[in-house]
């Protein structure tokens, strides 16, 4: 009997075939498997770190300088990839290492100098800034009363910061310990680096800062000429092409964001700092303000009160989520409303619980599929939907072509499965009901595209009681088996 069937369905020669056919698509198999299994490499490198010179190297005063105002931005900016890739450049250095024989009150100063980042403007010992005055011999010169205002009120006429506001007296008076025991220092030899001239740290976005610097100095606290210095540096409220230039300058290299220039995001006037932050506090804001208040406004929904997934500290999450100013979903759902519409339906893809990330179908930065999908069509399902991947003898033609939103929503639907249509036969019927131009291909008993009889469909239940394998098979071209 099963020679007789192997005659009559293949012929001569077609249990050769068939063996050949089952091995190629064997290897097929196997190669989709391990391709879809292998893991991608986290640290692989996606951007050009190299800065491009603008102006001369003369025109550049270092990630130190602008750390000595810009002290939230500075601390927050010292954690990420941006200041991991040029460490030297990451955060304002120590004005000098501390002494074996400092009493404990003058080295704890001493670290709180070099965390306030006074050495992006003061030198002592011939290290730091040179943008305020030097001081090696400040505790020579100045009584403990003198540094104490010095280091806690304002001073009008000069663009010096004070401690931040609610720090603990006990650690002013520490500062002010260190700098009245500096009384003399002699001047450090410092290297000069060799090799070619590399933009690092603030400057590699913002631009060369000397003009901006001096500009800030000589206005002397002037409004008029305070506010007109802050032109003379780029601070990203261009238009949105100007200010994603700036990233993508490094940031052409990498895959994900090669296709940023031609993405949605940047036809409707999405730039990357709208979703990414640098630096995680706001600008001007003050150091204690950014540790007062870390968390930005959280995305909550009501599934969030069934299933509680843990949730990191916002600048761990900060850090370890692309730098982006919130997490997913409530970033993407700040403009895309009728999404969140969806996913609030009976039945959707786990986004809102967390177990799922909207990048993980889509490509924010843009790429060749409809939708700025990760994958083309349904390559982008079969990712986590395993069982539906195939390679097939016999596919069913709708989810080669059109893919899988053919048939089903991908974001929420209120029919089971995310289908379009609570019955499966009349979603089926949608296609099933063409009219072939063809006369060799025709419906059951002939009838064109329709594969039942008039009545035969409407009482037999839904299409996927005979035709289970709906999404492929390997042994009936009809889909039954």
């Not at 198999?29 to 692989?44: E, F, G």
Request: glycine share 10%; net charge neutral; proline share 7%.
């Amino acid at each position: 009997m099963g020679g007789d069937f192997m005659r009559n369905d293949f012929g001569a020669g077609g249990v050769l075939r068939l063996i050949t056919s089952c091995g190629v698509l064997a290897l097929m198999w196997s190669a989709a498997a391990l391709a879809q299994r292998r893991p991608s490499s986290v640290k692989a490198p996606s951007v050009t770190w190299n800065a491009p010179l603008r102006g001369q190297p003369s025109d550049y005063m270092g990630a130190q300088t602008c750390a000595g105002c810009h002290q939230a931005e500075a601390e927050e900016f010292s954690k990420t990839p941006h200041a991991t890739a040029a460490p030297e450049a990451a955060s304002a250095a120590p004005a000098q290492a501390p002494a074996a024989n400092e009493p404990p009150s003058v080295a704890a100063g001493h670290k709180i100098y070099d965390n306030l980042k006074c050495s992006g403007c003061h030198r002592i010992g011939g290290q730091g800034g040179a943008v305020g005055p030097a001081l090696g011999d400040v505790g020579a010169r100045l009584s403990r009363d003198e540094l104490t205002n010095w280091v806690t009120k304002s001073k009008p006429g000069t663009v010096m910061p004070t401690v931040p506001t609610g720090t603990p007296k006990s650690e002013v008076d520490e500062l002010v310990d260190f700098m009245a025991n500096l009384k003399g220092q002699a001047p450090a030899a410092t290297k000069t680096a060799a090799g070619p001239f590399v933009v690092t740290g603030c400057e590699a976005c913002h631009g060369p800062g000397k003009a901006h610097v001096e500009a800030e100095v000589a206005a002397a606290g002037d409004p008029a000429k305070t506010q007109a210095g802050t032109k003379l540096i780029f601070k990203f409220d261009a238009n949105p092409k100007e200010n994603s230039e700036r990233c993508l300058v490094c940031h052409a290299s990498g895959k994900p964001q090669a296709g940023f220039g031609h993405s949605m995001h940047m036809a409707a006037g999405v730039a990357c700092q709208d979703c990414h932050s640098p630096h995680l506090v706001k600008a001007g804001e003050s150091l204690a303000g950014a540790k007062a208040n870390p968390e930005p406004t959280q995305f909550a929904t009501a599934q969030s009160a069934l299933f509680l997934v843990p949730k990191l500290p916002e600048e761990t999450r900060w850090l370890h989520n692309d730098l982006l100013k919130q997490s997913q979903p409530g970033l993407c759902f700040s403009c895309h409303e009728t999404v969140r519409a969806q996913f609030s339906l009976p039945e959707h893809h786990r986004v809102p619980e967390g177990f799922m990330k909207c990048t993980d179908c889509h490509n924010p930065h843009g790429s060749m599929n409809h939708f700025s999908l990760t994958k083309a069509g349904w390559e982008t399902c079969v990712k986590c939907h395993v069982e539906k991947r195939g390679p097939f003898v016999y596919e069913h033609a709708a989810a080669r072509v059109e893919g899988c939103v053919a048939c089903h929503t991908p974001h929420g639907s209120v029919n089971n499965f995310l289908l379009k249509r609570r019955e499966q036969r009349l979603l089926c019927l949608q296609c099933h009901t063409v009219v072939h131009t063809t006369p060799s291909v025709s419906g059951w008993n002939g009838e064109a595209n329709v594969p039942h009889g008039r009545g035969g469909y409407q009482g037999s239940g839904p299409c996927t009681r005979c035709h289970v394998a709906v999404h492929g098979s390997n042994i009936d071209p009809t889909l039954l088996r």
